[in-house]
């Protein structure tokens, strides 16, 4: 073995914490794909680990409890809206297009097993400490959304009208997108977003 | 004392019965403002009976569990929902009217006490079983709004479009409304009704 370590048998500090890393993620989608199929409440860390084979000792090895493994899955759905919605703002050029584009990106987020955690379980069963946090992330990305459509509307592309009900309405109908999609059917999360977002757009009336 | 009875200083079996189901019915209700305010988790009964000013035991005597309640919260707020889409479809008439006028009454009653509970909590913390009713009567709801749509496109008065997916998406962005709503807020619901419906009929582009 040299000096540098690297003929040692066991693994570098780095690549220790990278495979940890690795691990708790599979624990936390693992756990989201069982929340979203059964419900949080018939969820059991047995279930978790039955799913993963491992032991259930394992697991508290990742995570501390059912409760942290929801407050993950829901900060990472949101995070990972929050990062589409404040891009989106940032990226300048066609206003409209940046907002089609983003909404298209927030109905991929959903559609994953994090973002469908995130609107079918949510944080109802957390404690009002947790759900304090991640209200904080969701009221950035709502003003996101504000913004743009308010740029939008000033600009003159988008029907003038109060942007605060307007993204409601467009995260509400984008959301709700969570709810029913099945990962396994025939429709892929582009062909639903394309329709939907035609439809926020242009409207239901002839 | 006659022999009918009526100078009895015992109320009527009718009466009797009218005054447990008043009785069943506010605790159902408080319980759901509780479930609204604080999440289904955070929510027990002995939350409730206190709000009620009862004991614990006097909330027995009219349901049998935390989840029944929760049960008839989310069956209450559906099954106004199928009542008010199944009544759209007879309505005969102007059919753009006819959706107009129910996504505002649906507004209406996701806005409710019970409507909220509905969104808010939903039945997730429930058993499979329960959670299959409850799906039937969700899906006649959403049969009746595709039902609703797609007679507005035969008649050419909405836009060609699946129904399947405008159906979802008015379904998303009305009840999507119950998440963000404030009964004790300055907003109305129908006002908020009115903006939405708007922009779901006409679309955000100019």
Redesign the interface.
């Known amino acids: 073995m040299d000096s540098s370590g690297k003929n040692s048998p066991w693994a570098s500090r780095q690549d220790r914490q990278a495979e940890r890393e690795n691990k708790r993620e599979a624990v936390l989608r693992t756990a989201a794909i069982l929340f979203n199929e059964?419900?949080?409440?018939?969820t059991s860390l047995d279930d978790v680990a039955e799913r993963l084979n491992i032991t259930k000792p394992t697991v508290y090895y990742y995570v501390k409890s059912k409760d942290e493994i929801l407050f993950e899955c829901v900060r990472i759905g949101l995070q990972r809206l929050e990062q589409a919605s404040t891009q989106a703002l940032q990226n300048g050029g066609d206003t409209?297009a940046n907002?089609i584009a983003v909404m298209g990106e927030y109905v991929q987020i959903v559609t994953t097993d994090f973002g469908m955690c995130l609107i079918?379980?949510g944080?109802?069963?957390?404690?009002?400490g947790s759900?304090r946090k991640l209200r904080l992330l969701k009221s950035r990305i709502d003003l996101r959304f504000r913004a743009l459509?308010a740029q939008?509307i000033e600009e003159?592309?988008?029907?003038p009208?109060?942007p605060k009900?307007?993204a409601?309405?467009?995260?509400?109908?984008?959301?709700?997108?969570a709810?029913?999609y099945d990962p396994n059917g025939p429709l892929k999360a582009q062909q639903?977003a394309d329709?939907?977002v035609?439809?926020?757009?242009?409207?239901?009336?002839?």
């Open positions: 059964k419900g949080f409440h018939a409209r907002l079918r379980v944080e109802d069963p957390l404690t009002l759900r459509i939008g003159g592309v988008l029907k009208c109060d009900f307007a409601f309405t467009v995260a509400g109908a984008l959301s709700w997108i709810r029913w639903i329709q939907c035609d439809l926020l757009m242009n409207g239901l009336s002839k």
